[in-house]
């Protein structure tokens, strides 16, 4: 776990907020006791997870391919090449969605803005650890890399499954 006190705090009022305001279908499907709180959402998530990313065209279309979803400070984190489609995309129309999805049993969906990051320092150890020192220090750290900050999260874990 990467995250401090006051991240853990910023995630569950993130969580809160965002639950205030869901639709009563939304609100039928993750109800209270399927709710994750922060520290839940940190325990399922780790470090990484395949995460799908949602960007559009300039043309409005949406677009979905799934990343590697590093999870670091309460915010999701993922690279991709220099040239690839989503960071063109993201340069361009910050605004993304992304979800977590672990059939049935776990879902984290994000709303929000992608802003291409450096990493630093922790982020770098963080990204290492993850992936391996030699990757990192090799064609990993040339990578572009981006955070997205959430307007609105949800995370939900199914007992039953």
Not at 15 to 44: F, I, K, M, N, Q
Not at 72 to 99: E, N, T
Not at 148 to 161: L, V, Y
């Amino acid at each position: 776990m990467h995250e401090t006190a006051e991240d853990l705090k910023w995630l569950q009022r993130l969580l809160d907020d965002s639950y205030a305001v869901a639709g009563s279908h939304l609100r039928s499907v993750v109800t209270p006791e399927r709710r994750l709180d922060a520290a839940g959402v940190v325990a399922e998530l780790g470090a990484m997870r395949v995460m799908v990313l949602a960007t559009t065209t300039a043309a409005g279309e949406p677009r979905v391919s799934p990343v590697d979803g590093l999870f670091h400070r309460g915010r999701l984190h993922f690279g991709s090449g220099p040239d690839a489609l989503r960071f063109r995309h993201v340069r361009a129309r910050p605004a993304v969605s992304a979800a977590v999805v672990d059939g049935e049993r776990l879902q984290v969906t994000v709303h929000g803005t992608a802003h291409e990051v450096v990493p630093d320092d922790a982020l770098r150890a963080f990204l290492a650890g993850v992936y391996g020192r030699a990757a990192w220090d090799g064609w990993m750290n040339a990578l572009p890399w981006a955070r997205i900050e959430p307007a609105r999260m949800i995370a939900f874990r199914n007992p039953a499954t």
